[in-house]
């Protein structure tokens, strides 16, 4: 994967809440680290219009970032982005490095593509249920996905898509199936309609209600 985001950053020197609330108010910065590697931890900051600007591409969650800090680049992931409650403002941001050589564990988002054709739902009026929307993976930066697709197109009412149905990309591997069969969770399914549902249980109640009827008279 080529590195198509790049962003300037600058190191800093000054530490603790009260240095990163100026650098926030005066600055209009956003405090960061860079961690991993063999390298210490660096502390640095970034515009925080030009990062918001990244955050709102969803490619930016998973793809290499090139970092210019002070005319010196880094290549990382992103890791955490901390934003503040109530108002649109990021408040603080880590960042991986990564090695051309090392595999590296991320999430990437699922794209679930064919939903409108999906035999569940076009034939049996069935009702869609995502249970995951990204995955865990390892996998060298070079292999590293922008996305995955899952199509769901030939799901039927009822039928239950796992990890282990997503076909990964070449050099993917999903850190959750690494972990034994135990961990091959559910991602996609067509439920029934709620109506079908309230229906089979309206038949299903007489004749329970018969049942005891009957034991009853035979008990007198």
Same mark, same amino acid.
């Given at each position: 994967?080529?590195?198509?985001?790049?962003?300037?950053?600058?190191?800093?020197?000054?530490?603790?809440?009260?240095?990163?609330?100026?650098?926030?108010?005066?600055?209009?910065?956003?405090?960061?680290?860079?961690?991993?590697?063999?390298?210490?931890?660096?502390?640095?900051?970034?515009?925080?219009?030009?990062?918001?600007?990244?955050?709102?591409?969803?490619?930016?969650?998973?793809?290499?970032?090139?970092?210019?800090?002070?005319?010196?680049?880094?290549?990382?992931?992103?890791?955490?982005?901390?934003?503040?409650?109530?108002?649109?403002?990021?408040?603080? +941001?880590?960042?991986?490095?990564?090695?051309?050589?090392?595999?590296?564990?991320?999430?990437?988002?699922?794209?679930?593509?064919?939903?409108?054709?999906?035999?569940?739902?076009?034939?049996?009026? !069935?009702?869609?249920?995502?249970?995951?929307?990204?995955?865990?993976?390892?996998?060298?930066?070079?292999?590293?996905?922008?996305?995955?697709? +899952?199509?769901?197109?030939? +799901?039927?009412?009822?039928?239950?898509?796992?990890?282990?149905?997503?076909?990964?990309?070449? !050099?993917?591997?999903?850190?959750?199936?690494?972990? !034994?069969?135990?961990?091959?969770?559910?991602?996609?399914? +067509?439920?029934?309609?709620?109506?079908?549902?309230?229906?089979?249980?309206?038949?299903?109640?007489?004749?329970?209600?018969?049942?005891?009827?009957?034991?009853?008279? !035979?008990?007198?």
């Amino acid at each position: 994967m080529s590195n198509d985001f790049q962003l300037n950053a600058k190191a800093r020197n000054d530490m603790g809440k009260g240095a990163s609330r100026r650098l926030r108010r005066l600055a209009d910065e956003v405090p960061a680290i860079i961690y991993g590697g063999k390298k210490d931890p660096q502390n640095i900051s970034l515009a925080h219009t030009t990062l918001e600007h990244a955050l709102d591409n969803e490619a930016f969650y998973s793809h290499i970032i090139t970092l210019d800090v002070d005319g010196k680049t880094e290549d990382v992931i992103l890791k955490d982005v901390q934003r503040h409650p109530a108002k649109p403002v990021i408040l603080h +941001v880590d960042f991986l490095r990564v090695s051309k050589t090392q595999k590296l564990h991320t999430k990437v988002p699922l794209h679930f593509i064919n939903e409108d054709t999906c035999v569940g739902v076009k034939m049996s009026g !069935g009702n869609i249920s995502r249970s995951m929307t990204e995955l865990d993976i390892s996998c060298l930066p070079a292999d590293l996905p922008e996305y995955i697709e +899952v199509d769901v197109a030939e +799901v039927e009412i009822g039928q239950i898509l796992h990890i282990s149905d997503i076909k990964l990309p070449k !050099g993917v591997e999903s850190v959750g199936l690494s972990h !034994g069969e135990e961990h091959d969770l559910p991602i996609f399914t +067509v439920n029934k309609p709620k109506a079908v549902v309230e229906e089979t249980d309206e038949v299903e109640a007489p004749e329970a209600e018969g049942e005891s009827e009957g034991e009853e008279e !035979g008990n007198e």
